[in-house]
């Protein structure tokens, strides 16, 4: 006969089963569109505008995550399996440079017991591209974080996603952070992006 868990305990458990499989849907998610984006933007390119070689400087407060055990902070390490965790932006990302305005985000993660993290994100721009114009536009980034403190990533943005001036922009690119002792980051975008015809 098998042992019956009570509810209480059923109850916590379920939040971590959740956290779990969100963290994987949304690496599994943005994983997808990142390949998919890829896929597509040669087609993507001769539809649209000449180049734009864009870089930008961003800086935004400490993120909100929630973290899978056998973890507890973003900076654990575990000493066997991986740790996952979904986090947010708490505050607007500032850009400045050829991006000009604020950011908004989400994303999921996983922990090795390397120390290695790797996850993927959305990401809601809303401001000016130089060359481009005024409006809104997400874009998805794929990233890397080593123990060492090396962060880099990819972005592209999502075909269909731009209002305004943006409506029809394309492009891809890379990116890099410093996180601070207090979680905060600061970063640097580059890449190029095609403005719509």
């Known amino acids: 006969m098998c042992a019956r868990v009570p509810r209480a305990e059923q109850r916590r458990r379920r939040p971590n089963t959740l956290r779990i499989s969100s963290a994987v849907i949304i ?7 990142f390949l998919q984006g890829f896929a597509n933007a ?4 001769k539809k649209a505008g000449p180049p734009v070689a864009i870089k930008a400087h961003y800086e935004a407060p400490p993120d909100q ?11 654990s390490v575990p000493s066997k399996g ?9 505050g607007l990302e500032r850009i400045t440079g050829d991006w000009q305005g604020q950011s908004e985000y989400a994303y999921g993660f996983f922990i090795l017991p390397s120390g290695h993290s790797y996850g993927s994100g959305v990401d809601h721009f809303t401001g000016t591209i130089s060359g481009c114009g005024t409006g809104s536009v ?16 990819q972005w592209q943005m999502i ?16 990116f890099s952070q410093i ?10 975008y580059s890449g190029t992006v095609y403005c719509s015809k």
């Open 82 to 90: 991986t740790c996952r965790g979904l986090g947010r932006n708490t």
């Open 27 to 33: 690496l599994s998610s943005c994983g997808f569109l």
């Open 42 to 45: 040669d087609a993507a390119a």
């Open 179 to 188: 996180t601070k002792p207090d979680g905060s980051t600061v970063g640097d």
């Open 159 to 174: 075909e269909g996603s731009g209002t305004g001036g943006l409506a029809g922009l394309r492009g891809t690119g890379k």
């Open 138 to 153: 997400v874009y998805q980034a794929l990233f890397s974080y080593e123990s060492k403190g090396n962060f880099q990533g």
């Open 65 to 75: 995550d929630d973290i899978a055990p056998p973890c507890s902070a973003w900076t």
